[in-house]
C-alpha cells in the first residue's frame, strides 16, 4: 500500500506576523463597536498570552488530526479486505501505481469507484490499453482483397521460379499460402502441362478451402489445386492419370 509519512508534530512558531494578525484582529473587534471599545479592550487577552495558548494547542490539534487520520486508513483497509483475494491483490498492485495522492480519503474513494463499477483495477484509465485486433478478410471478392504477398525473394537467372508465400485471415485464424509451380511428367494434349500447388497452413474450413480456391483461380492463368498443408495433390496424380 501507499501510505503518506505523516510529519511528526513541531513545536508551535511564535512571528511577528502572526502577532501583528492577532493585533489586528483584536483592533477590529474595538473599531467595530466605538460606543463599546473600552468594555471590548479589558476582556482582551495579550498578545503574549495569545502566542502561549496557542504553544499549548499546537500538539494537541496535530495529534488529534494523526488520530483521525489513522482511523480512515484503517476504516477504508477493512473496507478492501472485504474483497476477494485476488481482485484484493490487483486492487493493491493498482494503488501502487496510481496517480492519486496517497492519502486515506483518496483510497476511499479509489476503493468506492471499484465498488459501483466506474474504476476496472485490471483495466485503469491512467494506463494506455492498446486494442488489438486481427485484420481480417471475411467476405473478400478478389484474392488480392483476401491475400498479400510476404517475403518475395528477388529472380535468379536460370533457377527455377520460386515459390510466393502470400497471407491473410478470411476471419478464423491467419493463414500462410504457399504457391509452386508444378510441372506435370506428360500434359494431356488440352492442358498447358503446368500448374500451381496452393498450399495452405492454419486452420481453414471446407467453405473456406473453396473460397481460396476460387479467388486464387480468378487471378491465375494456369489450373490451380488448393490444398491444406501435409493433404495429397489429388490434381497432380489426376494429371498424372490423364497422362
Not at 504553544?55 to 476477494?84: E, G, H, K, T, Y
Not at 491483490?89 to 459501483?116: K, V
Not at 483495477?121 to 484474392?143: V, Y
Request: proline share 9%.
Amino acid at each position: 500500500m501507499r501510505f503518506r509519512r505523516w510529519p511528526h508534530p513541531t513545536p508551535f512558531e511564535d512571528t511577528t506576523r502572526k502577532r501583528a494578525a492577532f493585533a489586528r484582529k483584536q483592533r477590529l473587534e474595538r473599531e467595530s463597536l466605538p460606543l463599546f471599545a473600552s468594555a471590548i479592550a479589558e476582556n482582551q487577552h495579550s498578545v503574549d498570552e495569545e502566542m502561549a495558548r496557542r504553544a499549548v494547542s499546537w500538539v494537541r490539534i496535530q495529534q488529534s488530526s494523526r488520530n483521525r487520520r489513522a482511523a480512515d486508513w484503517r476504516r477504508f483497509r477493512a473496507r478492501l479486505f472485504a474483497f476477494p483475494d485476488a481482485l484484493r491483490r490487483q486492487i493493491r498492485e493498482t494503488w501502487r501505481r496510481c496517480p492519486y495522492p496517497p492519502d486515506p480519503y483518496s483510497f476511499g474513494d479509489f476503493l468506492r469507484q471499484i465498488q459501483i463499477g466506474k474504476l476496472d483495477p485490471f483495466r485503469p484509465p491512467w494506463t494506455f490499453h492498446a486494442s488489438i485486433r486481427a485484420r481480417t478478410t471475411p467476405n473478400p471478392t478478389t484474392f488480392a482483397e483476401a491475400f498479400k504477398q510476404i517475403g518475395k525473394p528477388p529472380p535468379s537467372p536460370g533457377a527455377p521460379k520460386p515459390a510466393a508465400i502470400y497471407c491473410g485471415n478470411l476471419g478464423s485464424g491467419i493463414l500462410f499460402l504457399r504457391a509452386t509451380p508444378l510441372q506435370v511428367a506428360a500434359a494431356a494434349p488440352d492442358d498447358c502441362g503446368e500448374f500451381i500447388d496452393l498450399e495452405i497452413t492454419g486452420a481453414c474450413s471446407d467453405d473456406e478451402l473453396a473460397l481460396i480456391e476460387r479467388l486464387a483461380q480468378a487471378a491465375c492463368s494456369r489450373p490451380l489445386v488448393a490444398r491444406r498443408r501435409g493433404a495429397e495433390v489429388g490434381f497432380a496424380s489426376k494429371k498424372q492419370k490423364a497422362a
